[in-house]
């Protein structure tokens, strides 16, 4: 099976009952404000900090990703934690690597949507944002934007990937948010 395909089962069931019915799926621009909203609260918050984001996460009762599934959130980027981060808006994941990174996973329907969304929230939080690299792979699996942030003497280094699912096109894409101290 396919990674991508392993990752959307896992969102899937990181949170077990916590998916709307049909009928109630939010429009891309609600689920993207959680995930923008996350984002912030978690990773740009918790960077380089992976005791004091593991404690806001228990603070919030988000619940662990049983350690094998967790293995294909972490892969071969390092160890850490995952967390499931679902709620009725959309299916997510909070990864705690031990390095300090932090990312959220997501099933995310307009990834430029949740761009957007993420870079007008940290606008207003009086975050300094600027682009410093725009990548697509020639096959069109994947996009990546590479960001630097700044906040008075905070900084980092925001990457917001998108990859569709070619083995199973009527999901929604994969978008990782993935911040680290820089």
Same mark, same amino acid.
């Given at each position: ?20 019915? #049909?009928?109630? *799926?939010? &429009?891309?621009?609600? $689920? +993207?404000?959680? /995930? ?64 300090? #990174?932090?990312? *959220?996973? &997501?099933?995310?329907? $307009? +990834?430029?949507? /949740? ?68």
């Amino acid at each position: 099976m396919p990674k991508s395909s392993i990752v959307a089962a896992l969102l899937a069931v990181s949170i077990a009952g916590c998916s709307p019915p #049909a009928a109630q *799926v939010a &429009a891309p621009d609600r $689920d +993207a404000e959680q /995930v923008a909203g996350l984002f912030v609260r978690s990773c740009m918050s918790f960077a380089g900090d992976p005791a004091g984001l593991r404690h806001w996460i228990a603070a919030n009762h988000l619940p662990q990703v049983p350690e094998g599934q967790a293995a294909v959130f972490l892969g071969s980027a390092g160890t850490g934690e995952v967390f499931g981060a679902s709620n009725r808006f959309g299916k997510h994941a909070l990864v705690s690597f031990d390095s300090g #990174a932090c990312e *959220v996973i &997501a099933m995310a329907g $307009d +990834a430029p949507t /949740v761009q957007r969304t993420l870079l007008t929230l940290l606008g207003k939080l009086g975050v300094s944002v600027s682009q410093v690299l725009v990548r697509s792979e020639p096959d069109g699996s994947s996009t990546q934007d590479l960001f630097d942030a700044a906040h008075g003497s905070r900084h980092w280094k925001v990457s917001i990937t998108s990859k569709p699912h070619s083995d199973a096109p009527n999901l929604a894409p994969e978008l990782r948010l993935l911040a680290t101290v820089g």
